[in-house]
């Protein structure tokens, strides 16, 4: 008969599991519902990480998104990219399909482990459901989202039931295991088990110290390995704690716990009474481990220390305790029993599933509110169909020779993510100056081609018209800069941000100030020839001009000894007086910044002219290294302007 009982409660139990997995199934999956893509910048950027690494083959690889610098060995979430990247390839699944549906397949997971922990102290399925009401939302992520954050919450569980249930080394050995995991696909959420298990740890220093033991050194263990990867960042991590920080503008504390509810909070509230006066190192370390995550939480929400990125993705940890502790309270509930007098009043039945009937009550009441809140939860689409259909057609068509593309900032997360191709430019975090250049550039049509030399950009993907003779109409709304249609493009120009259009780097890209025997405003970014930017310096010396002031905008350029090359540009001036003015002016230098001397191409300009073109031809003298490419103001007061400034070997070329 025993047997039998067992079998019918553990069938009972499945029975109760099934419909709170298929709830956590449907929660996770909401905002998927109607939109077939990723939906949170964080997921495309994932998925660009995973493929980048596949490609390299090794968890150093280039930046997908701008091909300058390296994802190296110290990326935080490697195990994550790791793991996607390796399903992806040996199953085959889509990308889409896999940030669609995994998401909740893997919080069904985490519902089930926190199962796991509870079913022992007689709340399981409570714990779970109370588990699925979780959030997501654009700025603590949550379970909808396939993010490192999400795939470690289903960890947490797992951790808390090996220390609170086993005592060997095997247990010991898991623990280890799931810490280093952890540290090398989440580390906030690393530290977040760490937190939860100092209390128990504490609770069992008397009585059990081998036990807090083994537990202490499987935790510290994996950060202890970390150290020679993240002992420069030790120091500078500490004065952040000891520092106030700004509140996080996207995260805010009381909406969050509004989105989660509030009966399942008093619930929670319960569940913390109902622990503590059954007593118990387990029951203990729950409520104490909730306390501990509440009280970092609240130091940072009230008094701003802490670190912004452990109180972003803390609140998740906090409300999956939350969740679990909130089963506690319910089962406490389901718990009541009547007086004799009472069972007497309403039959039996009654009384002894009187506990039952109002845990089904609260649950209703619970899913009326938060299945439509969750509903009703409103998230950003970084692209439509639309949108789609045209990076795969980027992805399948255009060569590797059109690697560097303009697109709008917003978009250009998932443009790399799907076409594999670098972007100038995407807007992650919040919108800065640079992405208003953009949006304005391609609200113009696209009509200044220097920015697009200046920037390497070959590529334009945009929704609006483009109006520019030297793009060609690809696909629609797919534009690729031609060579053929204009000369200053069909030459290679060894300047970098020769037009003074380059967003990135300290601006204006690449280019130097230098100045002597004068106090000179250099001017940038000024209103350039085409519509764009270009530089400007500005004198107020006087006469006699002794000693000779000057004033330059420079770069350094290497040459070759004896090769010819062409040097132009277009000068604007204003009121310039003196013996000098404005030029353009090449200066060389050997090893070691030996200096050579200088070719004078053209003659100062003085008074006030428009845009006015100049070009020479130089050869670089014998011991030339590198050329300077002064832009120059000498000589006298006044103010000149600087634009599209070129210089390229023409040495062999073509008369």
């Avoid at 025997?517 to 006087?542: A, D, H």
Wanted: net charge positive; with cysteine; glycine share 8%.
């Amino acid at each position: 008969m025993s047997g039998n009982n067992g079998q019918r409660a553990i069938i009972f139990d499945f029975l109760g599991l099934l419909p709170v997995l298929i709830l956590a199934f449907y929660v996770a999956f909401i905002p998927h519902l109607n939109y077939p893509y990723p939906i949170h910048a964080d997921e495309w950027m994932h998925m660009a990480y995973s493929k980048a690494l596949m490609q390299a083959g090794s968890i150093s690889f280039a930046d997908p998104f701008y091909g300058q610098g390296m994802v190296t060995n110290a990326n935080s979430e490697a195990s994550f990219h790791i793991f996607w990247g390796i399903f992806q390839q040996i199953t085959n699944i889509s990308w889409l399909t896999i940030f669609r549906y995994f998401p909740s397949i893997i919080f069904m997971i985490t519902v089930l482990s926190v199962y796991v922990l509870t079913r022992r102290e007689g709340f399981g399925w409570e714990a779970a459901f109370f588990t699925c009401l979780i959030p997501t939302s654009r700025g603590i992520l949550g379970p909808a989202f396939l993010v490192p954050m999400a795939t470690g919450l289903l960890f947490i569980p797992l951790c808390l039931f090996l220390a609170f249930n086993f005592k060997s080394w095997p247990c010991y050995l898991l623990l280890f295991l799931f810490t280093c995991l952890l540290l090398s696909m989440h580390p906030p959420t690393a530290v977040g088990v760490v937190i939860i298990l100092i209390p128990y740890i504490l609770l069992n220093l008397k009585g059990n110290f081998r036990h807090s033991l083994g537990i202490t050194l499987a935790l510290a263990i994996p950060f202890v390995a970390t150290l020679p990867l993240t002992f420069k960042k030790l120091l500078p991590t500490a004065k952040l704690l000891l520092t106030q920080q700004l509140p996080t503008p996207w995260v805010n504390l009381p909406p969050l716990l509004q989105a989660y509810g509030y009966l399942p909070i008093l619930l929670a509230f319960a569940g913390v009474v109902w622990l503590t006066m059954k007593g118990g190192k387990k029951n203990f370390g729950l409520v104490f481990g909730l306390l501990a995550l509440l009280l970092m939480l609240i130091l940072f929400f009230r008094f701003h220390y802490g670190l912004p990125n452990f109180y972003e993705r803390g609140l998740t940890l906090m409300l999956l305790m939350l969740g679990i502790i909130a089963g506690a309270g319910l089962q406490w509930i389901r718990k009541i029993r009547l007086s004799a007098k009472f069972v007497a009043e309403l039959g039996a039945f009654l009384s002894r599933n009187l506990g039952n009937m109002f845990c089904i009550f609260l649950i209703a009441i619970i899913l009326a509110v938060s299945i439509p809140s969750r509903l009703n939860t409103s998230y950003y689409h970084m692209i439509d169909d639309e949108d789609y259909r045209a990076f795969v057609w980027i992805r399948d068509n255009i060569d590797s020779n059109y690697e560097v593309a303009l697109v709008d900032p917003w978009k250009a997360t998932a443009f790399t993510a799907i076409t594999g191709k670098n972007v100038l430019r995407r807007l992650f975090l919040s919108k800065e100056p640079v992405d208003d250049m953009i949006y304005q550039f391609l609200g113009d049509g696209c009509q200044n081609t220097a920015f697009l030399i200046d920037n390497r950009i070959s590529m334009i993907y945009n929704r609006l018209s483009c109006n520019n003779t030297d793009l060609v109409e690809a696909r629609n709304n797919v534009y690729l800069l031609n060579p053929k249609t204009s000369p200053k493009i069909g030459l290679s120009n060894l300047l970098q941000n020769g037009g003074f259009e380059a967003i990135s780097g300290n601006p204006p890209a690449h280019w130097y100030k230098w100045s002597r025997n004068c106090k000179p405003s250099f001017q940038y970014p000024e209103p350039g020839r085409m519509g764009g930017s270009c530089v400007g310096i500005e004198m107020l010396e006087t006469e006699p001009f002794n000693p000779w002031p000057l004033a330059i905008w420079l770069q350094d350029i290497p040459v070759t000894a004896g090769e010819s090359y062409s040097i132009e540009g277009w000068i604007r001036t204003e009121n310039i007086i003196g013996q000098g003015g404005a030029r353009i002016v090449p200066q060389w230098k050997g090893p070691g910044g030996t200096w050579i001397g200088q070719t004078q191409f053209m003659s100062y300009v003085p008074g006030t002219t428009g845009w006015t073109y100049y070009e020479g031809k130089v050869t670089a003298p014998q011991g030339a290294t590198i050329c300077t490419v002064c832009c120059a103001l000498a000589g006298c007061s006044g103010k000149a302007w600087f634009d599209d400034i070129m210089f390229s070997d023409i040495t062999g070329a073509k008369p």
